[in-house]
């Protein structure tokens, strides 16, 4: 015996009740919802409080950002003012949307940290601030400041942040792993 019953032309189509298909319940909803919200903040406004979440920056800044929000790049500093990173890359590799472009130098002198970069470039045009950089850095040369001053403009060409601006923004020399002084000839970790 065969069972005649509605098949449906994809396996997952909707079926829509009566009251779905005649659209102007669910019309009239959306319009109260929209409208509450827009006359919430209205009143707001008229009575000299602050209504929608707006901020006004750069003169305003927002009282809600979390302590640990990441904005600008800070590249630490070794006692002698040089940047304490040692051009591995490893922020680079690691970085997703891949802003960043360190070029290294040699320096045979300093028995301790002989490579140190060059040039070292991050656009921010492209920047996603995920902070896996950060995360990625061996040495606790690179962090992010929870601010962003100068950061939004119309020239993407002015949205390169460099060496000598990461350095001298915040200057943070409290490393968590400190280098031996450049002239000592002892490997680091060994007897001097």
Not at 122 to 132: A, E, K
Not at 159 to 171: A, H, N
Request: net charge positive; hydrophobic share 35%.
């Amino acid at each position: 015996m065969k069972v005649s019953y509605p098949r449906k032309r994809y396996w997952n189509e909707p079926t829509l009740t009566a009251w779905e298909r005649a659209y102007l319940p669910e019309i009239m909803r959306g319009l109260a919802v929209t409208s509450t919200v827009f006359l919430r903040n209205m009143w707001r406004w008229i009575t000299g409080r602050k209504g929608a979440l707006t901020t006004y920056y750069p003169e305003e800044t927002r009282a809600d950002y979390a302590p640990l929000n990441r904005g600008k790049h800070i590249l630490t500093q070794r006692p002698d003012g040089k940047p304490q990173c040692i051009a591995c890359n490893m922020c680079a590799t690691v970085c997703p949307a891949k802003v960043i472009e360190i070029e290294a130098g040699f320096d045979a002198t300093d028995v301790a940290h002989p490579k140190f970069p060059i040039r070292f470039e991050i656009d921010y045009s492209r920047c996603i601030f995920c902070g896996l950089c950060v995360e990625a850095c061996p040495e606790d040369a690179i962090r992010m400041a929870p601010e962003t001053p100068g950061l939004p403009t119309g020239d993407r060409h002015r949205m390169w942040l460099g060496l000598e601006e990461m350095l001298t923004w915040q200057p943070q020399s409290d490393v968590a792993k400190p280098y031996p002084p450049a002239g000592s000839t002892g490997a680091p970790g060994g007897p001097p």
